[in-house]
């Protein structure tokens, strides 16, 4: 059990064990720092978890105390060294902030002392500055004094932000082998010549390059950044440095974490085969594709490394789910009591064929429907859906009967172009 003012739902999915799970005292202690820091985030210092195992006949009764500590509220925030933006600007990127009026607001800075992300904000305020041009910037780690007498804290951070640069030339150097970058990849670059340096804009631009060259195979290429700067000139030289690698192959692709969902459902997404040269794009447009069919909550495509020139592409996916089933019922003074029923499914059996069923009486009305949908016939491009319906109404001076049936037929003419013509045929009768 966990114990902490009722709010034990908060804190048991943190515990990575549940009833009937062998006990592990590593994991309890895991537990509670994990519980510890949730504490913390949350603004509380001093905080005390205290654990207790009891041995039962048959397992062991895990007991969790909790004594949150005090809410620690930074009162004071300054900045040694802010010149060129102000206070305000600065201070939104970071996780502590000084109390505003009206801090309980939306919107306003409630002052809440954050020890879990404080070590991590000298690293964003270096982050600000490098998406600003200052190559120079320099920050200590953020000084805090806390006030255990009325629980507030005063922060403070020391910072010499130096010069903005702006880029004087950019150039692409490869170290151990030459390879020729698509004509698109430059064009899709961010950061300009004469623009100022923006550090984002040069992690966009790796990564334009790594997938370029990881799309021709080149599996472990890696892309760093040399910056010769010129002080005086406040100008700054960008050339990325390109170790390409071997070329490397598929050697098999394994799918993992599939509970339902059939092996071969999620393979045929996959656009790499074994055997097949490593490409960086058709990995990520795997993945893409995974997630169209909506059956898992998570995806994560792994490269696993099998020899100098031979990886496994490991599919590691989450099921979700894809079934509803519906029954209700009422009364009214017309049409007396009805009752519906109706389920549906987007992948029966893990085949990723879609089946719904409804029925719906009551004492002047009972309709029926039913539509099964198979978007790949037998693992192919093409598709098959299949639907009809009946449907009967009583009036005080006549009685309605119609049916139908659909009859459709597709096939997909690309990655993201499907084609489909549909065949409809309906019947309806009145008797009076």
Known sequence: GVNENDQKEKYEPLLGFKKGDIFDEGKLEKAKEKIKNLILEAGFYSTIIESKVEALEDGVDVHIDINKGKRII????????????????????????????????????????????????????????????FLDIDVQKPLLEVDFNNFSAKLNHKLKEGEQYEVSAIDIEFVDKKIALDEDTRDDFKQYVGRRF???KIRHDMRLIEEDVGSKGYA?????????????????????????????????????GNTRTLDRVIRREV????????????????????????????????????SEDKIDIVVEVKETHTGKFEAGGGWNSYNGFSFKLSTKDRNVLGSSISLGVEFEKSENTKNTSFSIYNPRLNDSLYSSSTSFYTKEHKEIEYENKAYGISQGFGKRLSRYLHSSINFTWDKSTNKY
Not at 288 to 302: C, M, N
């Open 220 to 256: 472990f290429v890696r892309v760093t950044p040399d910056l010769i700067k010129d002080k005086e000139a406040r100008r700054v030289k960008v050339i990325y440095k390109v170790f390409v690698g071997k070329k490397v192959y598929i050697n098999d692709v394994i799918i993992a």
């Open 271 to 306: 656009f790499l085969a074994p055997g097949d040269l490593y490409n960086l794009r058709e990995i990520r447009e795997s993945k893409r594709a995974i997630g169209r069919l909506g059956f898992f909550e998570h995806i994560d495509l792994q490269e696993r490394r099998v």
């Open 74 to 133: 930074i009162t004071q925030s300054t900045f040694d060294g802010l010149t060129r933006f102000d206070q305000t600007e600065v201070e939104a990127v970071l996780a502590n902030k000084e109390q505003q009026s009206f801090g309980w607001f939306f919107g306003r800075n409630d002052g809440k002392l954050n020890l879990v992300h404080l070590d991590l904000d000298d690293k964003r305020l270096i982050e600000f500055y490098m998406q600003k041009g």
């Open 198 to 200: 923006n550090i984002s």
